[in-house]
């Protein structure tokens, strides 16, 4: 290949050229994007490729064909510098408010799919190239308006996008209505059509796809007519062309240089070991033809290193396609279909699988690719200085690490021969099949273990059975150096006649081998599951001594589950997920109480919505990063650099000892009490700030931050207190306000000795959650005249914060101007801890005088954040043989961490949806302890989502002790109105807004409850691996309307400017108070026939225009936000109508324009504020609700799949339908967060591990009930409520319990089932199912041992058998 270099790198931006003459040559697409660049639509959300929130498209132009090539790519992993004559699209590219939305922006919008916002460019980037890609295939036209697009590829096309907000549904609406195959009537809710309506396609925003966005511009094409490389030593990039030209590059290089050269493909391998530092040398390979070809011959298929796994993927499916019942048809199938669970789409278009095995090779990666080669019997080119050696994939793994200067040049999949004499056979097969175990089904999670096997299976004449020859049992992931071949195992099963007694042999002798090493999480469960695989594998072969069925590999999910319920198979939905909303639209205040869209979803689709992070930067600004303690208590005694000189571009530490005089070291505060900035002399927990590092950019701030060292002492120091057990021992605790306390009710002495039966003393513990906002904790800070400060901020309490950093600052408040316009999700994690992040940078801002930021990385947000609180339960509860409970007594230690924070709040806000049930008497101990933790904070539901899984789990354990269905103990023990007032005194309400009775029937019959209950235990009878269990499950939860302000001015023109207390996070606060007040407003014209919802806009909190903002949390701030509005309105109302009247007698006729513009000149005040304040009678209020899930449960492997979720939660009258629908599914899918998935987990310091993308998992779309239908009741009248409205917010977390509910009833009949293989009593089956309930605890559950336990049975059946 003739090289053209070029020094300069040329690329386009949503059609814009861009000629750089200049690059850091680390700079990644999303660090140019949005710190030099307007388009910042673009987000970063994780930084490691696991998010898709900074997902671009990115085009390549191939000159020879004239062909475009669109693809996603993760911006925050890809380098600059790789995309020499690329194009790049991003969501403002689509369309934007200024030329026109894109119709994906549009139907994102119109079916609700965007509530924070913050991940919406980026799902809208991973439809859109769905979109663009379909066009090139060959599939039938679609009709006008659709893709050539399937339901399940468009629902698919965001599968490795992460959405904190939504629960998905929505956004797979959006996504499904582009397809060409999609029943529009299957589409949920959305502002195209109303309920009832024909829905029909000409109602959405037209799809046309030819006058679609061009995605490379003619002017790239033009000029990369000749290929011009960039190649520019001044900027260390280096682009060779030949595998000679990249060894004399490498050759120059010294050995023990070489971690500065870095040879780079995608650069995917940043997310995983965030190598932030800049190399000295980058060597793009891409350019090198050897490295980039897919060769097939008739020996096998050879896949250079450089090849994106995406490319190898759709070679290897269009080998297989050629020759579907061939062995290698199956083989290259099967491993495709294994590569394409490996990240996320975006990450596998330029991951490339040279990189994935010299990762494995050499830095331990947890591959996938490395084991299915494996089994595959791949081979392996290098080059080695001057010689190219073939190995095989077994012995590269195997080699010591290769140093850098080491090429892989291709990877090569044999077809493979039969090995051995075929005289004596009857028949012979290959068989080949693939396994992993990850917490999410479509990928983007590294699997516990994976695994890939290859067996010849061969049926002799004079023998019944099939004996096994030229295994290959490759197993990796599971926390070893490389993948490995069992050999032990291979060598004892090759040759063999396959029986259930050798078969249990190989199993035995497999668990010896497959042993993680220390430190690896769930080493059991992980040998466990190598054990699963191996029965799965083999298993169906033992049963059959035929060939039949082996034709195209083993079928063995339909083998082990062959009779699998016919009921069930047409229940289940013939794509990824299916759902119904019944909801209400109530007109009577319109527009309150219709469906109207979020206000600005279009904008926040486009990516033009303005977050924190998204303001410009000033000229002189500076950045800020937390240098915090990995110590849980010692003395700081310093803080230097690993480096000898202080890091690129670093202006200064600041610590405790830079706070002004006057102010204070403080950096949060609650009614309870402030917390500290920064350590002082002594830092209290792992994860306490200890300085803030400025530097001229994030990624050095954050570079600097890396390689801080402090230097601790713990001499003469008392041991930390770590746990709630060793806080009672030293009687570390918070005080709780007497009327925080939770009051007794009835006498529980009493209570127990009425009981037939007691349970004393079990004990539950609850773990922390951590909030995984998409947009983690943000703040800018410019200081401004006369010692004052502006600070932007992401916080869920503006107001809190300006009185902190004044504090800090020693400045009087009005110094202090706080502004929030929206936060990228806050779930209270952006309330009290948002203060920190806040006053450290208006702290340095000030100190400095110069404008400072913070972006907090993932990693730091993960480990200062502290979340939910942890807690220990004991209870004692008496009961009736009929199941009816008569006391209840709890201990709860409750784990607050080191400050107040609003712990002491927790016990009041547990015992509330805990009283849902009558337990007789209740009486309570609860502590709050103060440990050296993370401050607890918080989140959604705090307290009140453990409070209501306690309350399950004492009538889960009751039920069992009873040998009852559980259903009926919950029944029972649902309170009458009679009860409810004595447990809710003064919340209870009229008897008629009592509605749990009514959802609890309403629902058994909605979701077919008792029907399903019978399916469910015919399935269980005829399944062993597979079990399924259901659960209805109630919730009653308290909330409370507090004070707060509202102004609403009218403009001359007419149009309506509004200020609230409350913050726009995502739950659609603004888009209420917009509806509030344009029905408001619109009294003043009684006709009704002005729509005023267009004319008020609603903006950005700013604490020196509207004070006593307070908190926006407890689920409340919408209405109460509302309700102040309408105050405001009402005032507006009053001036206006006597003008109004005026006008009517002089013209007849007034119009909205005409009035305005009048009270105007006739100086009417046009400006209202108002603070309303709930009277004592309507500030409390109850929200109920119920849930039915049911789930299934793979025994072999441990993993849980929703099959379906039906809720009915009454909302009073939904003030918005639409809104409120996002708020019940985007709570409970955060629940079934907390209760199935969400591992926080920390070392023995107390410091999180947790923390990212790659450990934490957050649910996505293959994670949320498979059928998902929610049923909003609108329950009528409320004169106590804000136009008759309940909250939604919080309350539906509680619901996801039932999700682990029904997972502990198919626990059960697993063990049951295990019990019986091992000759146990099967009703003795008391056990706790750990939150959350992940694949190891499930597994463990249902035994970790138990595919011995049945071969073991089986095997002494047929010894009975053969005795008898
Ligand atoms: C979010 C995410 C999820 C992932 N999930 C999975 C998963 O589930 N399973 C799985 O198996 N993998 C997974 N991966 C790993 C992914 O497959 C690898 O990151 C990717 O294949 C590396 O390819 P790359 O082109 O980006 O390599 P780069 O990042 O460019 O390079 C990686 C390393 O290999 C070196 N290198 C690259 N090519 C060569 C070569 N030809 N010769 C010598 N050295 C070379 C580079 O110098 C560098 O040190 C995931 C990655 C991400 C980011
Ligand atoms: S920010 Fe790039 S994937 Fe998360
Ligand atoms: S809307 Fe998806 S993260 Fe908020």
């Known amino acids: 290949m003739d090289k053209i270099e070029g020094k300069k790198l040329v690329f386009a931006i949503n059609g814009e050229r861009f000629e750089l003459s200049s690059i850091e040559p680390s700079t990644t697409l999303l660090e140019f994007l949005r710190y030099q660049t307007r388009f910042r639509s673009a987000k970063l959300g994780c930084g490691e490729g696991g998010c898709g929130a900074c997902v671009v498209l990115l085009s390549k132009y191939d000159p020879v064909l004239d062909q475009v090539e669109d693809f996603t790519i993760s911006s925050c992993l890809t380098l600059l510098c790789s995309l020499n004559g690329c194009s790049i699209t991003t969501s403002e590219g689509l369309g934007n408010s200024k030329d026109g939305f894109h119709p994906i922006h549009q139907r994102f919008a119109g079916f609700h799919a965007s509530q924070c916002g913050f991940c919406t460019p980026g799902m809208c980037m991973s439809l859109f190239s769905a979109l663009c890609n379909s066009e090139k295939t060959s599939m039938p036209e679609p009709p006008p308006g659709f893709a050539k697009l399937t339901i399940s590829e468009a629902e698919k096309a965001i599968a490795g996008n992460l959405c904190r907000c939504t629960g998905y549904r929505p956004i797979a609406d959006a996504c499904k209505s582009f397809a060409a195959d999609v029943d529009l009537e299957d589409l949920g809710l959305n502002s195209f059509w109303g309920k009832g309506e024909n829905e029909c396609a000409s109602k959405l925003p037209f799809y046309c796809r030819r006058d679609d966005i061009c995605t490379f511009p003619e002017f790239l094409k033009r000029e990369i007519k ?73 020996t096998g298929i050879e896949i250079g290193a450089a090849v994106s796994i995406s490319r190898a ?65 791949a081979l392996v080119d290098l080059q080695i200085g001057t010689k190219r050696i073939k190995l095989t994939l077994e012995e590269f793994l195997e080699s010591p690490p290769f140093d850098f200067k080491i090429i892989l040049l291709t990877a ?120 699963s695989f191996l029965l799965d594998f083999l298993g169906p072969l033992v049963d059959n001594s035929g060939m039949d069925g082996y034709v195209n590999g083993p079928q063995i999910d339909a083998k082990v589950e062959n009779n699998s319920d016919k009921f069930y198979d047409a229940m289940r939905p013939s794509f990824l997920s299916s759902a119904k909303q019944v909801v209400e639209v109530a007109k009577k205040y319109h527009p309150v109480g219709e469906p109207i869209k979020k206000a ?172 995984f906002y998409l947009e983690t904790q943000t703040a800018f800070a410019v200081p401004d005249e006369d010692n004052c400060i502006v600070v932007y901020s992401s916080s869920q309490c503006p107001e809190n914060a300006q009185i902190v950093i004044a504090k800090c600052l020693g400045i009087p408040h009005h110094n202090v101007r706080v502004i929030t316009r929206r936060v990228g999700g806050g779930f209270g994690g952006k309330a009290i801890r948002s203060l920190p992040v806040a006053t450290a940078c208006a702290l340095a801002a000030h100190n400095l005088q110069r404008p400072v930021r913070i972006y907090l990385d993932r990693k730091t947000d993960m480990i200062m954040a502290g979340g939910r609180h942890p807690m220990k339960i004991n209870f004692s509860v008496g009961f009736k043989s009929n199941g009816i409970i008569t006391a209840l007594h709890l201990d709860i230690l409750i784990n607050a961490g080191i400050s107040e924070d609003v712990s002491p709040v927790i016990p009041y806000n547990m015992i509330g949806p805990l009283k849902k049930y009558n337990w007789g008497a209740l009486s309570v101990d609860m502590k709050v302890c103060r440990t050296n933790h993370t401050s607890k904070s918080a989140m959604r539901a705090p307290g009140e989502v453990q409070g209501s899984y306690i309350a399950e789990a004492v009538i889960e354990h009751v039920a069992s002790t ?42 058994v019959s909605s979701s077919n409850f008792h029907q399903r209950v019978e399916v469910i235990r015919q399935f269980n009878c005829c399944n062993k691996w597979k079990k399924r269990g259901i659960s209805r499950i109630p919730i009653v939860h308290p909330v409370m309307v507090r004070p707060t302000p509202g102004k609403v001015s009218i403009l001359n023109d007419g149009s309506v400017v509004v200020e609230v207390g409350g913050i726009e996070l995502g739950q659609g606060l603004w888009t209420k108070v917009k509806q509030m007040a344009a029905f408001s407003l619109g009294q003043v014209l009684l006709d009704g026939s002005n729509n005023l919802l267009e004319r008020v806009r609603v903006i950005q909190a700013d604490t020196l225009s509207l004070i006593q903002g307070g908190f926006t949390s407890g689920s409340t701030t919408s209405e109460s936000s509302c309700e102040a509005v309408r105050l405001c309105c009402n005032a507006l109302v009053e001036r206006l109508i006597p003008l109004k009247e005026r006008l009517q007698e002089q013209m007849g006729t007034v119009s909205w324009d005409m009035l305005i513009l009048q009270a105007h000149l006739q100086a009417v005040n046009l400006s209202s504020s108002a603070f309303y304040v709930p009277d004592i009678t309507s500030a409390h209020y109850l929200n109920y609700g119920a849930a039915v899930s049911e789930v299934e449960i793979d025994l072999l492997t441990g993993a ?32 079934i967060g907390f209760f199935m998935l969400e591992e926080y987990l920390t070392n023995s310091d107390g410091l999180v591990v947790s923390e990212g993308t790659w450990t934490y998992k957050i649910p996505t779309i293959d994670t949320i009930p498979k059928q998902f239908n929610v049923e909003i009741l609108n329950s009528g009248h409320h004169q106590r409520r804000v136009l008759s409205s309940k909250a939604s917010g919080e309350p539906p977390l509680l619901l996801a319990v039932s999700v682990h509910c029904a997972t502990r009833a198919a626990i059960k009949e697993a063990r049951k089932q295990v019990l019986a293989w091992n000759g146990s009593d099967a009703s003795n089956s008391t056990f706790q199912l750990e939150v959350p309930a992940t694949m190891p605890v499930v597994k463990e559950l249902c035994g970790l041992d138990n595919v011995e336990s049945y071969l073991q049975s089986l095997l002494s059946n047929r010894q009975k058998l053969s005795l008898s």
């Not at 001044?234 to 870095?262: C, F, H, I, M, N």
């Not at 199993?507 to 466990?528: N, Q």
């Open 226 to 298: 000749n290929k011009i490389l960039f190649n520019s030593e001044e900027y260390s990039w280096y682009t060779p062309v030949s595998v000679e030209e990249l060894q004399s590059l490498l050759g120059s290089e010294e050995a023990d240089y070489g971690t500065r050269v870095k040879l780079v493909v995608g650069n995917t391998g940043m997310g995983y070991y965030k190598e932030l530092g800049h190399c000295n040398k980058y060597i793009d390979i891409r350019h090198i033809p050897e490295l980039s070809i897919i060769r097939r011959d008739s």
């Open 313 to 377: 993927i759709q070679a290897l499916m269009e080998e297989s396609k050629g020759r579907p019942q061939s062995y290698e048809g199956v083989v290259f199938k099967k491993i495709a279909d294994h590569m394409d669970k490996i990240g996320s789409k975006f990450i596998r278009n330029t991951a490339s699988l040279g990189g994935n095995l010299v990762m494995a090779q050499r830095n331990q990666f947890p591959s996938d690719i490395a084991t299915i080669l494996l089994a595959a019997g």
């Open 412 to 531: 090569r999949i044999p077809i493979l021969e039969q090995t051995i004499d075929v005289s004596s056979k009857i028949q012979s097969r290959l068989l080949f099949e693939t396994y992993r175990a990850a917490p999410r089904p479509l990928g983007n999670a590294l699997p516990y273990l994976n695994a890939a096997f290859f067996a010849q299976v061969s049926t002799y004449k004079d023998c019944d059975g099939v004996i096994l020859e030229g295994l290959r049992l490759a197993f990796g992931a599971y926390g070893t150096k490389h993948a490995i071949r069992a050999r032990k195992v291979e060598e004892f099963l090759n040759g063999k006649l396959l029986s259930l007694g050798l078969l249990f042999e190989a199993i035995k002798l497999l668990r010896g081998i497959i042993v993680p090493e220390d430190h690896v999480s769930h080493p059991a469960y992980r040998s466990s599951l190598a054990v």
């Open 600 to 771: 600005g979803a279009e904008i926040q689709a486009s990516g033009e919505a303005v977050y924190v992070d998204d303001i410009p930067s000033p000229k002189d600004c500076l950045y800020g990063a937390f240098i915090y303690s990995t110590r849980p208590l010692a003395r700081v005694k310093g803080i230097t650099f690993k480096s000898s000189s202080p890091p690129d571009g670093v202006v200064g530490v600041i610590t405790v000892k830079e706070i002004p005089k006057g102010g204070d070291n403080v950096g949060a505060r609650s009614i309870f009490g402030d917390e500290p900035l920064f350590a002082d002399n002594l830092t209290r927990y792992a994860g306490q700030p200890i300085g803030f590092v400025v530097a001229d950019t994030q990624k050095h701030a954050n570079m600097a931050a890396d390689c801080a060292v402090v230097e601790y002492d713990t001499e003469n120091l008392e041991p930390p207190v770590l746990t709630v057990e060793e806080a009672v021992k030293k009687s570390s605790f918070f005080q709780i306000p007497p009327f925080l306390n939770p009051k007794q009710i009835g006498n529980f002495s009493k209570g127990m000795a009425e009981s037939d039966h007691k349970i004393l003393s079990a004990e539950i513990r609850l773990g922390s959650q951590y909030y």
């Open 962 to 1003: 009873l040998s009852m269905e559980v259903d009926s103990v919950r029944e029972k023990n649902l309170h009458t109105f009679e009860s409810l007032k004595v447990f809710y005194e003064g919340a209870s309400g009229e008897a008629f807004e009592y509605t749990l009775p009514y959802v609890m029937d309403r629902l």
């Open 1200 to 1231: 849980t799949m929703i099959l379906r979720t039906d809720i009915i939660y009454d909302c009073g009258q939904s003030l918005n339908p639409a809104v409120d629908l996002g708020q019940i599914e985007g709570a409970f899918v955060q629940g």
